[in-house]
């Protein structure tokens, strides 16, 4: 069933859990997902990162993803992640995405404004809301990390901006973590009460089950997961002998290897109680 951003994320803020967001890169990936939302009845969150939405690959999988969401009988979504700029965005509309990343978090304070704000107005227009970032959420191959969100400005922003979606750096990053990361689930909670905007947690391959539960009890409404996603479709296809199957045989067990990680993750976010 298609949702739109903000009401998907809704779900999540009635009912204290997380919506998990999946990045797909393939055809396996979409339908690996599709099946952990059907078995467990968790609404869910496709997504694909903003450079495919410039590829032939993402040309193709937008229209797989969108299958996906209408065999769903529970809420679903397509979203951009880490739009890079207008241009991606209005690409993944016209795609059907039915929410919007824009990332401009590396940017001083208010030329992030207003670029996400910019961007805000025409998805509005077009009928979908808005995820922004806020203190820019790093990879884990970079030696230093940024500074966490600050509430003010985190308060200003969404004020400013009118982003139903908030990426918050809280001690995450994208990526296979060198070291456990130590999450600051006290400014999650100060973000929470501060602002309306539904708060999303980025990284979250690698994160423990502990910190995921704590973040989402502080406020968290979204967590991303591909790392992890992509490790468990390949680690997959490392099992078989590529010689022994036809390729869509061949393929129905790493599709399962995504199904099983998808649904730990939905388990985990709490998205199964809905
Ligand atoms: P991971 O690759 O660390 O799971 O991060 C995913 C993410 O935040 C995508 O935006």
């Known amino acids: 069933m298609r949702f ?5 994320l809704n ?5 204290g859990f997380a919506i998990p967001a999946f990045n797909v890169y393939t055809m396996e990936n979409v339908l690996g997902v599709m099946n952990a939302a059907q078995e467990t009845g968790s609404p869910v969150i496709f997504q694909m990162y903003s450079r495919l939405f410039g590829t032939q690959v993402g040309k193709f999988l937008a229209p797989v993803i969108l299958e996906a969401i209408n065999e769903l009988k529970t809420p679903a979504a397509f979203h ?19 929410g919007a990343m824009i990332d401009a978090s590396t940017l001083p304070l208010q030329e992030n ?32 990390s940024s500074e966490y969100t600050n509430v003010d400005d ?45 708060l999303v947690l980025h990284g979250g391959s690698g994160v423990p089950d502990e910190q995921i539960k704590q973040a989402i009890n502080a406020g968290i409404r979204k967590i991303n997961f591909a790392t992890d996603l992509a490790h468990a479709f390949i680690d997959g296809c490392r099992e078989l002998d590529a010689k022994k199957y036809p ?28």
């Open 80 to 98: 951009i992640d880490h739009g890079t700029g207008e241009d991606m965005v209005i690409r993944a509309i016209r795609y059907g995405a039915t």
């Open 154 to 198: 985190a308060v200003q922003y969404v004020e400013q901006t009118s982003v139903k979606a908030l990426a918050i750096m809280v001690g995450t990053a994208h990526g296979k973590y060198k070291q456990t990361p130590k999450l600051a689930i006290d400014r999650i909670a100060q973000i929470h009460a501060a602002t309306d905007a539904h």
């Open 113 to 144: 404004i207003s670029k996400t704000k910019r961007v805000v107005e025409f998805a509005t227009a077009a009928g979908i809301s808005v995820e922004g970032e806020l203190g820019h959420i790093g990879n884990t191959a970079e030696e230093i």
């Open 11 to 15: 779900i999540g803020e009635k009912n």
């Open 247 to 274: 390729l869509d045989v061949y393929l129905a067990h790493p599709t399962e290897k995504v199904k099983e990680f998808a649904i730990s993750k939905i388990k985990l976010c709490g998205s199964d109680k809905y």
């Open 4 to 8: 739109e951003l903000n009401e998907i």
